[in-house]
Protein backbone atom coordinates (compact mmCIF):
# COMPACT_ATOMS: atom_id res chain seq x y z
CA UNK A 1 0.00 0.00 0.00
CA UNK A 2 1.60 3.52 -0.81
CA UNK A 3 0.68 5.43 1.88
CA UNK A 4 0.44 8.65 0.30
CA UNK A 5 -3.06 10.99 -0.62
CA UNK A 6 -3.42 12.08 -4.19
CA UNK A 7 -5.06 15.36 -4.12
CA UNK A 8 -7.70 14.07 -5.79
CA UNK A 9 -8.06 12.02 -2.58
CA UNK A 10 -7.69 15.43 0.04
CA UNK A 11 -10.29 16.93 -1.74
CA UNK A 12 -12.93 13.57 -1.64
CA UNK A 13 -11.76 13.94 2.08
CA UNK A 14 -12.80 17.51 2.00
CA UNK A 15 -16.72 3.93 25.21
CA UNK A 16 -18.43 0.58 25.19
CA UNK A 17 -20.69 -1.42 22.74
CA UNK A 18 -24.51 0.05 22.30
CA UNK A 19 -25.32 -3.78 24.11
CA UNK A 20 -23.62 -4.11 27.14
CA UNK A 21 -25.74 -7.41 28.04
CA UNK A 22 -23.32 -9.47 26.00
CA UNK A 23 -21.42 -8.36 29.03
CA UNK A 24 -23.37 -8.94 31.88
CA UNK A 25 -22.86 -11.78 34.36
CA UNK A 26 -25.59 -14.10 34.38
CA UNK A 27 -25.90 -15.04 37.94
CA UNK A 28 -25.15 -11.59 39.56
CA UNK A 29 -26.37 -9.29 36.70
CA UNK A 30 -23.16 -7.84 37.57
CA UNK A 31 -20.48 -6.22 34.36
CA UNK A 32 -18.32 -9.13 33.60
CA UNK A 33 -14.23 -9.20 33.14
CA UNK A 34 -14.75 -7.42 29.37
CA UNK A 35 -16.20 -3.93 30.93
CA UNK A 36 -13.63 -4.49 34.12
CA UNK A 37 -11.60 -4.39 31.47
CA UNK A 38 -12.84 -1.47 29.67
CA UNK A 39 -12.86 0.73 33.24
CA UNK A 40 -9.38 -0.39 33.99
CA UNK A 41 -8.06 0.97 30.23
CA UNK A 42 -9.82 4.14 30.43
CA UNK A 43 -8.57 4.95 34.48
CA UNK A 44 -4.53 3.73 33.02
CA UNK A 45 -5.05 6.27 30.61
CA UNK A 46 -6.31 9.26 32.75
CA UNK A 47 -3.81 8.36 35.41
CA UNK A 48 -1.06 8.56 32.28
CA UNK A 49 -2.95 12.30 31.69
CA UNK A 50 -3.61 13.62 35.01
CA UNK A 51 -1.48 11.89 37.63
CA UNK A 52 -4.29 10.16 39.37
CA UNK A 53 -4.22 6.33 40.32
CA UNK A 54 -6.68 4.37 41.39
CA UNK A 55 -7.00 1.10 43.91
CA UNK A 56 -7.72 -2.31 42.36
CA UNK A 57 -9.51 -4.69 44.39
CA UNK A 58 -10.27 -8.41 44.41
CA UNK A 59 -12.86 -9.75 46.37
CA UNK A 60 -13.20 -13.63 46.83
CA UNK A 61 -15.06 -16.10 48.59
CA UNK A 62 -12.50 -18.07 49.84
CA UNK A 63 -14.52 -20.74 50.78
CA UNK A 64 -16.53 -21.33 47.61
CA UNK A 65 -14.81 -24.70 46.88
CA UNK A 66 -15.42 -25.87 50.47
CA UNK A 67 -19.28 -24.80 50.19
CA UNK A 68 -20.11 -26.49 46.61
CA UNK A 69 -18.76 -29.36 47.82
CA UNK A 70 -20.63 -29.34 51.34
CA UNK A 71 -23.73 -27.67 50.32
CA UNK A 72 -24.18 -27.89 46.32
CA UNK A 73 -23.50 -25.35 43.90
CA UNK A 74 -26.87 -24.38 44.59
CA UNK A 75 -26.15 -22.82 47.74
CA UNK A 76 -22.77 -21.59 46.14
CA UNK A 77 -24.54 -19.45 44.06
CA UNK A 78 -26.88 -17.94 46.57
CA UNK A 79 -23.37 -17.13 48.11
CA UNK A 80 -22.29 -15.53 45.55
CA UNK A 81 -25.06 -13.39 45.09
CA UNK A 82 -25.46 -12.58 48.52
CA UNK A 83 -21.73 -11.42 48.24
CA UNK A 84 -22.42 -9.41 44.93
CA UNK A 85 -25.34 -7.32 47.02
CA UNK A 86 -23.19 -6.63 49.74
CA UNK A 87 -20.63 -5.34 47.61
CA UNK A 88 -22.90 -3.39 45.37
CA UNK A 89 -24.44 -1.51 48.53
CA UNK A 90 -20.45 -0.85 50.00
CA UNK A 91 -19.04 0.26 46.93
CA UNK A 92 -22.40 2.85 45.66
CA UNK A 93 -21.36 5.22 42.92
CA UNK A 94 -18.13 5.56 44.48
CA UNK A 95 -16.30 2.88 42.46
CA UNK A 96 -16.88 0.42 39.80
CA UNK A 97 -18.02 -3.67 40.40
CA UNK A 98 -17.75 -6.57 38.58
CA UNK A 99 -18.14 -10.50 38.25
CA UNK A 100 -14.30 -11.00 37.95
CA UNK A 101 -14.11 -14.88 37.74
CA UNK A 102 -15.05 -18.13 39.29
CA UNK A 103 -15.13 -17.07 43.11
CA UNK A 104 -13.89 -13.24 42.83
CA UNK A 105 -15.40 -10.17 42.00
CA UNK A 106 -13.37 -6.87 41.36
CA UNK A 107 -13.76 -3.20 42.15
CA UNK A 108 -11.48 -0.15 40.72
CA UNK A 109 -12.17 2.44 42.99
CA UNK A 110 -10.75 6.07 41.64
CA UNK A 111 -9.41 8.42 43.44
CA UNK A 112 -6.95 6.98 45.47
CA UNK A 113 -3.19 8.03 46.30
CA UNK A 114 -1.63 5.97 49.17
CA UNK A 115 -1.59 2.71 51.30
CA UNK A 116 -3.38 4.38 53.94
CA UNK A 117 -6.06 4.99 51.98
CA UNK A 118 -5.69 1.35 50.38
CA UNK A 119 -6.19 -0.29 53.24
CA UNK A 120 -8.59 1.43 55.08
CA UNK A 121 -11.66 0.79 52.06
CA UNK A 122 -9.62 -2.80 51.99
CA UNK A 123 -11.00 -2.80 55.58
CA UNK A 124 -14.43 -1.35 54.52
CA UNK A 125 -15.20 -3.94 51.91
CA UNK A 126 -14.84 -6.98 54.13
CA UNK A 127 -16.64 -5.55 57.18
CA UNK A 128 -20.03 -4.83 54.38
CA UNK A 129 -20.03 -8.17 53.41
CA UNK A 130 -21.97 -11.46 55.18
CA UNK A 131 -19.70 -13.57 57.02
CA UNK A 132 -22.71 -16.07 56.66
CA UNK A 133 -25.44 -17.36 54.58
CA UNK A 134 -29.05 -18.71 55.80
CA UNK A 135 -30.19 -21.29 52.69
CA UNK A 136 -33.34 -23.17 53.64
CA UNK A 137 -32.37 -24.91 56.54
CA UNK A 138 -28.40 -24.30 56.41
CA UNK A 139 -26.32 -21.46 57.85
CA UNK A 140 -23.02 -21.35 55.69
CA UNK A 141 -20.33 -19.08 56.85
CA UNK A 142 -18.87 -17.50 54.24
CA UNK A 143 -14.84 -16.76 54.59
CA UNK A 144 -13.69 -13.40 52.40
CA UNK A 145 -10.21 -12.57 51.29
CA UNK A 146 -8.91 -9.47 49.27
CA UNK A 147 -6.06 -7.94 47.46
CA UNK A 148 -5.77 -4.00 46.57
CA UNK A 149 -2.88 -2.98 44.18
CA UNK A 150 -2.53 0.48 43.90
CA UNK A 151 -2.35 1.50 39.86
CA UNK A 152 0.56 2.82 38.38
CA UNK A 153 0.43 4.67 34.91
CA UNK A 154 3.36 2.72 33.25
CA UNK A 155 1.45 -0.58 34.22
CA UNK A 156 -0.39 -2.99 31.49
CA UNK A 157 -4.36 -3.39 32.16
CA UNK A 158 -2.50 -7.17 32.26
CA UNK A 159 0.06 -6.67 34.55
CA UNK A 160 -1.77 -4.81 37.14
CA UNK A 161 -4.73 -7.89 37.22
CA UNK A 162 -1.18 -10.14 37.87
CA UNK A 163 -0.33 -8.29 40.55
CA UNK A 164 -3.85 -8.38 41.75
CA UNK A 165 -3.84 -12.01 41.53
CA UNK A 166 -0.43 -12.52 43.15
CA UNK A 167 -1.83 -10.53 46.16
CA UNK A 168 -5.01 -12.41 46.35
CA UNK A 169 -3.08 -15.96 46.55
CA UNK A 170 -1.22 -14.26 48.90
CA UNK A 171 -4.54 -13.08 51.22
CA UNK A 172 -5.85 -16.27 50.79
CA UNK A 173 -2.93 -18.24 52.96
CA UNK A 174 -3.17 -16.03 55.62
CA UNK A 175 -5.48 -17.54 58.81
CA UNK A 176 -6.88 -14.63 59.80
CA UNK A 177 -6.87 -11.19 58.64
CA UNK A 178 -7.06 -12.16 54.56
CA UNK A 179 -6.68 -8.74 53.47
CA UNK A 180 -3.32 -8.08 51.37
CA UNK A 181 -2.76 -4.76 50.14
CA UNK A 182 0.08 -3.08 47.91
CA UNK A 183 1.44 0.09 47.06
CA UNK A 184 4.45 -1.04 45.05
CA UNK A 185 3.10 -3.27 42.51
CA UNK A 186 4.59 -6.98 41.64
CA UNK A 187 5.37 -5.74 38.18
CA UNK A 188 7.77 -2.44 39.72
CA UNK A 189 9.67 -4.71 41.82
CA UNK A 190 11.01 -6.40 38.90
CA UNK A 191 13.91 -4.21 38.63
CA UNK A 192 14.58 -3.56 34.94
CA UNK A 193 18.67 -4.69 35.47
CA UNK A 194 17.21 -8.18 36.38
CA UNK A 195 14.62 -8.15 33.89
CA UNK A 196 17.41 -7.44 31.54
CA UNK A 197 19.80 -10.00 32.07
CA UNK A 198 15.85 -12.63 31.81
CA UNK A 199 15.05 -10.89 28.57
CA UNK A 200 18.64 -12.01 27.20
CA UNK A 201 17.95 -15.45 28.31
CA UNK A 202 14.67 -15.27 26.75
CA UNK A 203 15.73 -14.09 23.51
CA UNK A 204 18.57 -16.76 23.53
CA UNK A 205 15.85 -19.26 24.04
CA UNK A 206 13.11 -18.34 21.48
CA UNK A 207 10.41 -17.38 24.04
CA UNK A 208 9.64 -14.12 21.83
CA UNK A 209 6.82 -14.64 19.87
CA UNK A 210 4.63 -12.46 17.16
CA UNK A 211 0.67 -11.86 17.29
CA UNK A 212 -0.90 -10.36 14.22
CA UNK A 213 -4.15 -8.47 13.84
CA UNK A 214 -5.71 -7.99 10.12
CA UNK A 215 -5.70 -3.95 9.13
CA UNK A 216 -9.22 -3.86 6.93
CA UNK A 217 -10.24 -1.36 4.13
CA UNK A 218 -13.32 0.58 5.38
CA UNK A 219 -14.34 0.70 1.98
CA UNK A 220 -14.29 -2.57 0.29
CA UNK A 221 -14.08 -4.55 3.19
CA UNK A 222 -10.75 -6.26 1.92
CA UNK A 223 -7.62 -6.96 4.37
CA UNK A 224 -4.97 -4.68 3.42
CA UNK A 225 -2.45 -5.36 6.13
CA UNK A 226 -1.76 -6.79 9.45
CA UNK A 227 0.05 -5.12 12.76
CA UNK A 228 2.83 -7.69 14.22
CA UNK A 229 2.42 -7.24 18.14
CA UNK A 230 5.49 -8.81 20.31
CA UNK A 231 4.55 -11.28 23.16
CA UNK A 232 6.72 -12.79 25.40
CA UNK A 233 5.62 -16.42 26.48
CA UNK A 234 8.01 -17.03 29.60
CA UNK A 235 7.75 -19.86 31.83
CA UNK A 236 8.33 -17.95 35.19
CA UNK A 237 6.29 -14.73 34.39
CA UNK A 238 4.20 -14.35 37.25
CA UNK A 239 3.04 -16.21 40.77
CA UNK A 240 1.44 -18.91 38.60
CA UNK A 241 3.90 -19.54 36.08
CA UNK A 242 3.67 -19.68 32.41
CA UNK A 243 2.26 -16.31 31.12
CA UNK A 244 1.65 -14.79 27.69
CA UNK A 245 3.34 -10.90 28.31
CA UNK A 246 2.55 -7.65 26.51
CA UNK A 247 5.37 -5.73 25.85
CA UNK A 248 4.16 -3.19 28.67
CA UNK A 249 5.26 -5.39 31.52
CA UNK A 250 8.76 -4.99 29.90
CA UNK A 251 9.81 -2.52 27.43
CA UNK A 252 11.74 -0.30 30.01
CA UNK A 253 13.60 -3.35 30.50
CA UNK A 254 14.18 -4.08 26.49
CA UNK A 255 15.53 -0.44 26.18
CA UNK A 256 18.24 -0.88 28.70
CA UNK A 257 19.05 -4.88 27.09
CA UNK A 258 21.74 -4.69 24.81
CA UNK A 259 18.98 -7.36 22.90
CA UNK A 260 17.07 -3.86 22.20
CA UNK A 261 18.28 -3.57 18.46
CA UNK A 262 19.04 -7.75 18.30
CA UNK A 263 15.28 -8.25 18.95
CA UNK A 264 13.82 -5.22 16.75
CA UNK A 265 16.04 -6.86 13.79
CA UNK A 266 14.01 -10.18 14.41
CA UNK A 267 10.79 -8.62 14.90
CA UNK A 268 11.16 -6.78 11.58
CA UNK A 269 12.63 -9.72 9.63
CA UNK A 270 9.49 -12.01 10.70
CA UNK A 271 7.61 -9.68 9.95
CA UNK A 272 8.49 -8.80 6.19
CA UNK A 273 9.06 -12.69 5.85
CA UNK A 274 4.94 -13.08 6.79
CA UNK A 275 3.76 -10.27 4.81
CA UNK A 276 5.33 -11.67 1.88
CA UNK A 277 3.69 -14.98 2.31
CA UNK A 278 0.65 -13.71 2.96
CA UNK A 279 1.03 -11.18 0.36
CA UNK A 280 1.23 -13.71 -2.43
CA UNK A 281 -1.63 -16.02 -0.94
CA UNK A 282 -4.14 -13.03 -1.47
CA UNK A 283 -2.75 -11.68 -4.71
CA UNK A 284 -2.64 -8.48 -3.17
CA UNK A 285 0.66 -7.11 -4.08
CA UNK A 286 -0.53 -4.01 -1.81
CA UNK A 287 -0.79 -5.79 1.27
CA UNK A 288 1.62 -4.46 4.15
CA UNK A 289 2.89 -5.41 7.53
CA UNK A 290 3.09 -3.09 10.68
CA UNK A 291 5.52 -2.85 13.68
CA UNK A 292 6.03 -0.71 16.51
CA UNK A 293 9.01 0.84 16.72
CA UNK A 294 11.34 1.95 20.33
CA UNK A 295 12.33 4.93 20.50
CA UNK A 296 15.82 3.35 21.67
CA UNK A 297 15.53 1.42 18.73
CA UNK A 298 15.10 4.51 16.45
CA UNK A 299 18.05 6.56 18.30
CA UNK A 300 20.71 3.52 17.04
CA UNK A 301 23.09 4.21 14.23
CA UNK A 302 21.85 0.46 12.63
CA UNK A 303 18.01 1.80 12.46
CA UNK A 304 17.82 2.49 9.33
CA UNK A 305 19.92 -0.07 7.80
CA UNK A 306 18.13 -3.21 9.61
CA UNK A 307 14.99 -1.25 8.74
CA UNK A 308 15.82 -1.53 4.89
CA UNK A 309 17.78 -4.58 5.14
CA UNK A 310 14.69 -6.37 6.70
CA UNK A 311 12.72 -5.63 3.67
CA UNK A 312 15.54 -6.89 0.79
CA UNK A 313 15.87 -10.27 2.33
CA UNK A 314 11.83 -10.51 2.08
CA UNK A 315 11.43 -9.30 -1.18
CA UNK A 316 9.12 -6.74 -0.40
CA UNK A 317 8.94 -3.14 -1.53
CA UNK A 318 8.98 -0.53 0.73
CA UNK A 319 5.38 0.88 0.62
CA UNK A 320 4.30 -2.79 1.92
CA UNK A 321 5.82 -1.38 5.47
CA UNK A 322 4.20 0.01 8.18
CA UNK A 323 6.54 1.48 10.83
CA UNK A 324 4.24 2.52 14.16
CA UNK A 325 5.79 5.36 16.39
CA UNK A 326 3.78 5.60 19.74
CA UNK A 327 3.56 9.57 20.82
CA UNK A 328 3.10 8.82 24.19
CA UNK A 329 6.52 7.50 24.41
CA UNK A 330 8.07 9.36 21.58
CA UNK A 331 6.67 12.62 21.56
CA UNK A 332 8.87 14.58 23.79
CA UNK A 333 12.18 13.32 21.51
CA UNK A 334 10.06 13.41 18.01
CA UNK A 335 12.47 16.30 17.07
CA UNK A 336 15.72 13.92 17.18
CA UNK A 337 13.83 10.64 15.97
CA UNK A 338 12.26 12.37 12.90
CA UNK A 339 15.77 12.53 10.71
CA UNK A 340 16.15 8.64 10.38
CA UNK A 341 12.43 8.21 9.97
CA UNK A 342 12.42 10.96 7.57
CA UNK A 343 15.10 8.54 5.32
CA UNK A 344 12.85 5.89 5.41
CA UNK A 345 10.01 7.93 4.16
CA UNK A 346 12.45 9.24 1.29
CA UNK A 347 12.50 5.02 0.42
CA UNK A 348 8.71 4.66 0.19
CA UNK A 349 8.39 3.21 3.95
CA UNK A 350 5.53 4.56 5.48
CA UNK A 351 5.69 6.34 9.15
CA UNK A 352 2.36 6.01 11.57
CA UNK A 353 1.90 8.24 15.05
CA UNK A 354 -0.32 5.24 17.52
CA UNK A 355 -2.22 6.99 19.98
CA UNK A 356 -3.37 10.37 18.03
CA UNK A 357 -5.71 13.12 20.31
CA UNK A 358 -3.96 10.76 23.14
CA UNK A 359 -1.62 12.54 25.53
CA UNK A 360 1.50 13.88 23.62
CA UNK A 361 0.46 12.63 20.27
CA UNK A 362 -1.40 15.76 20.06
CA UNK A 363 -2.11 17.54 16.50
CA UNK A 364 1.07 19.79 16.83
CA UNK A 365 2.91 16.26 16.61
CA UNK A 366 1.20 16.31 12.80
CA UNK A 367 2.53 19.81 12.33
CA UNK A 368 6.30 18.83 13.43
CA UNK A 369 6.58 15.50 11.43
CA UNK A 370 4.79 14.51 7.88
CA UNK A 371 3.56 11.63 9.40
CA UNK A 372 1.92 9.25 6.36
CA UNK A 373 -0.95 7.13 8.65
CA UNK A 374 -2.25 8.49 11.69
CA UNK A 375 -3.50 5.84 14.31
CA UNK A 376 -6.87 6.62 15.88
CA UNK A 377 -6.77 4.69 19.49
CA UNK A 378 -9.34 2.25 21.07
CA UNK A 379 -10.52 5.01 23.76
CA UNK A 380 -11.59 7.18 21.13
CA UNK A 381 -13.52 4.17 19.26
CA UNK A 382 -15.06 2.75 21.65
CA UNK A 383 -17.26 5.81 22.21
CA UNK A 384 -18.98 6.09 19.21
CA UNK A 385 -22.56 5.25 19.28
CA UNK A 386 -22.57 5.83 22.81
CA UNK A 387 -22.42 9.72 22.93
CA UNK A 388 -22.79 12.99 20.02
CA UNK A 389 -19.55 14.67 21.36
CA UNK A 390 -17.48 11.41 20.33
CA UNK A 391 -18.78 10.85 16.94
CA UNK A 392 -17.94 14.62 16.82
CA UNK A 393 -14.03 14.31 17.93
CA UNK A 394 -13.49 11.37 15.88
CA UNK A 395 -15.35 12.92 12.86
CA UNK A 396 -12.91 16.12 13.24
CA UNK A 397 -9.46 13.94 13.51
CA UNK A 398 -10.74 12.05 10.08
CA UNK A 399 -10.94 15.00 8.26
CA UNK A 400 -7.84 16.89 10.03
CA UNK A 401 -5.87 13.91 9.06
CA UNK A 402 -7.09 13.72 5.54
CA UNK A 403 -6.70 17.45 4.91
CA UNK A 404 -2.99 17.25 5.70
CA UNK A 405 -2.46 13.88 3.70
CA UNK A 406 -2.62 11.50 5.96
CA UNK A 407 -4.48 7.69 6.14
CA UNK A 408 -6.43 7.30 9.31
CA UNK A 409 -6.59 3.76 10.80
CA UNK A 410 -9.30 3.34 13.73
CA UNK A 411 -7.72 1.16 16.41
CA UNK A 412 -10.51 -1.17 18.83
CA UNK A 413 -13.21 -1.77 16.11
CA UNK A 414 -15.58 -4.05 18.16
CA UNK A 415 -19.21 -3.69 17.21
CA UNK A 416 -21.27 -2.95 13.52
CA UNK A 417 -21.81 0.57 15.28
CA UNK A 418 -18.80 1.72 15.71
CA UNK A 419 -17.59 0.35 11.86
CA UNK A 420 -21.17 2.06 10.31
CA UNK A 421 -19.79 5.25 11.76
CA UNK A 422 -16.27 5.34 10.69
CA UNK A 423 -17.26 4.91 7.30
CA UNK A 424 -19.38 7.51 7.44
CA UNK A 425 -17.22 9.31 9.12
CA UNK A 426 -14.86 8.35 5.67
CA UNK A 427 -12.18 6.00 7.69
CA UNK A 428 -9.56 4.71 5.86
CA UNK A 429 -8.41 1.62 7.53
CA UNK A 430 -9.81 -0.30 10.88
CA UNK A 431 -8.70 -3.30 12.81
CA UNK A 432 -10.42 -4.57 16.03
CA UNK A 433 -11.93 -7.95 17.11
CA UNK A 434 -14.58 -7.06 14.80
CA UNK A 435 -12.57 -7.87 12.13
CA UNK A 436 -10.19 -10.53 13.64
CA UNK A 437 -8.29 -11.03 17.25
CA UNK A 438 -4.28 -10.84 17.45
CA UNK A 439 -3.16 -14.31 16.31
CA UNK A 440 0.01 -16.05 16.06
CA UNK A 441 1.48 -16.40 12.97
CA UNK A 442 1.32 -20.34 12.64
CA UNK A 443 -2.62 -19.39 13.06
CA UNK A 444 -2.73 -16.70 10.35
CA UNK A 445 -1.07 -18.53 7.78
CA UNK A 446 -2.77 -21.64 8.87
CA UNK A 447 -6.67 -19.42 7.98
CA UNK A 448 -5.96 -16.76 5.78
CA UNK A 449 -8.32 -16.78 3.26
CA UNK A 450 -11.15 -17.81 5.97
CA UNK A 451 -9.80 -14.18 8.31
CA UNK A 452 -9.66 -12.29 4.82
CA UNK A 453 -13.36 -13.58 4.07
CA UNK A 454 -14.65 -13.27 7.87
CA UNK A 455 -13.32 -9.65 7.53
CA UNK A 456 -15.13 -8.80 4.44
CA UNK A 457 -17.80 -10.03 6.05
CA UNK A 458 -18.24 -8.08 9.14
CA UNK A 459 -18.93 -5.27 7.11
CA UNK A 460 -21.45 -5.91 5.36
Not at 133 to 143: C, G, W
Not at 197 to 207: I, K, P, S, Y
Request: with cysteine; net charge negative; charged share 25%.
Amino acid sequence: MVFRRTSEELMEGEQIPDDLSEHTDGLTGLPDRWQLEEWISHQLVRNRRTGDRFGMYLVSVANLADINSGYGSAVGDEVLQAVAESLTTAVGARGQLARYLGSEFAVVWPGMFGAEEMERTAENLVAALPQQVTFEAFVVPVEVAISGVLSDPDLSERLLLVDSEAALAEARTQKSRRIVVRDETYGARRKPDVLAVRLQRAFDNNEFQLYYQPIVSMTSGTVVGFEAVLRWLSPDAGPNGAELIAPGAFLDALRASPIVVPMHAWVLRQCTRHTSNWSRRLNIPSLFGSTNLDASFVRDERFVNVVLDAIHESNLRPTQVLLDVNGHTAGPQLNLLWPPLQQLKAEGVGIALEDFGVGYASPDLLRRCRFDVIRLPRVLVKGLGLAEEDRVIVTSLIRMAHDLGCYVIAEGVETQDQARMLREADCDLAQGFLFGKPAPDSQISRDLELIAKQAKTALE
